[in-house]
């Protein structure tokens, strides 16, 4: 007992191989930006000398204490001290994995094979090509909508949704090697892509965390360089279908729409959310944001006064707000209407000969794995929204 006691009382050491950088590179000034492994801290200069103080073993937290007055002159009472250090995270005095989003993951390309996918990539974050494939990708997106009302002629039902969804995964997985580009582009590390669970979606991911030590416009471009580089293969698919039009390229096209629209959604932690939380350089954005929304709830009611109010933040939550509302527009046309074809299409096969009885299992069961989605995406939603109900 009193070994344990005593070892209670000696102050942890620093693992060897945290990293301090200058908060200033990343934006935040006044802060050290620690790295352990694939964990990221902001701290603040006093926090920050007291842990490169214990880079070294110390024999109790009285010889801890003294240090810290003899170098930096804080005086900090020794149970005031242990109550710090027992704060801290215990990843910066053990190895530890990041804790994992997602349900189940497994990384299937290494940190040096994505880069030597992701490098020819990186030549394509720089301005003049940014701009020219944006006006690319918006005037082919304006005639592919002003053709599609004049094809009366295409079919659903002749639709390969097979080789539409494996077009629209292919597209996904250029969406993560977008985001190892960019963070390659601008000099910091990335860990390979894989694919996981998280909530109910099953998603590809990339591990970029070191875009924390990357200046705030440069995180931006890593937050945002999936769909710019999935932007581009959604043009080429849509050059293709000016082409020859294809019932199925067209279903592609429109998975991959809706993918990208889904990525931008900051009411999960998707792309959406770091680009708006790096932006605004506003971290824990969704209690950020819930804190500014009942500041103008409160204007409105006549609670408070409007003076005084964060402008960026008010700013954030207009953009949040209308992110949100095309993501939740966005899922219900979606699922309605993928819902509806498959109803269709089942309807058309019920109705035929018999010699369609598998393929009619197959549109029947994507109509139970849709219904199944949407009822939990409902409960899911509920739940996140009912932290609002104290406004």
């Known amino acids: 007992m009193n070994s344990i006691e005593n070892k209670a009382l000696i102050p942890p050491r620093l693992r060897d191989d945290v990293q301090f950088f200058s908060g200033e590179t990343s934006g935040h000034l006044g802060k050290t930006l620690v790295v352990a492994g694939q964990r990221y801290f902001l701290v603040d200069a006093m926090t920050s000398q007291l842990l490169q103080s214990m880079r070294i073993e110390w024999g109790d937290y009285r010889e801890l204490s003294q240090h810290l007055v003899k170098e930096y002159d804080l005086i ?183 993918m990208m629209l889904n990525t931008l959604n900051p009411v999960m932690k998707f792309d959406g959310y770091w680009l708006l939380s790096d932006a605004l350089q506003v971290h824990n954005l969704h209690s950020q944001m819930k804190r500014i929304a009942t500041q103008w709830l409160d204007v409105f009611l006549g609670r408070r006064s409007y003076r005084g109010m964060s402008v960026s933040l008010s700013i954030g939550l207009v953009i949040f707000l209308l992110l949100a509302f095309v993501f939740l527009s966005n899922m219900f046309v979606f699922y309605g209407k993928t819902l509806g074809i498959q109803i269709a299409i089942s309807e058309m096969l019920f109705s035929s000969h018999a010699s369609n009885f598998w393929p009619l299992i197959g549109h029947l069961f994507v109509v139970l794995v849709l219904l199944v989605l949407g009822l939990i995406n409902a409960c899911k939603l509920a739940a996140s929204l009912s932290s609002f109900r104290s406004l």
């Not at 994505?114 to 918006?138: D, E, G």
Request: proline fraction near 6%; charge should be neutral.
């Open 76 to 258: 900090c009472d020794i149970e005031s001290l242990q109550l710090q250090i027992s704060a801290f995270p215990s990843s910066l005095f053990s190895k530890q994995e990041p804790r994992n989003p997602f349900i189940l993951s497994w990384r299937f390309l290494s940190g040096p094979a994505v880069q030597v996918l992701a490098r020819p990539l990186a030549m394509l974050f720089s301005w003049p090509l940014f701009f020219i494939t944006l006006a690319v990708f918006l005037s082919s997106t304006l005639i592919l909508f002003w053709c599609l009302p004049q094809l009366t002629h295409l079919n659903w039902a002749e639709a390969a949704w097979g080789q539409a969804f494996a077009l629209s995964l292919i597209g996904t997985l250029i969406h993560e090697l977008g985001h190892c580009a960019a963070i390659a582009r601008f000099g910091a590390r990335q860990n390979g892509i894989g694919v996981g669970l998280y909530w109910i979606f099953p998603t590809f991911y990339a591990e970029v965390h070191d875009a924390w030590r990357l200046p705030r416009w440069q995180r931006v471009a890593v937050d945002g360089g999936g769909i710019y580089v999935q932007a581009i293969f959604v043009s080429v698919l849509i050059f293709l279908f000016l082409l020859e039009p294809n019932p199925t390229i067209v279903l592609a096209i429109w998975l991959s729409f809706t």
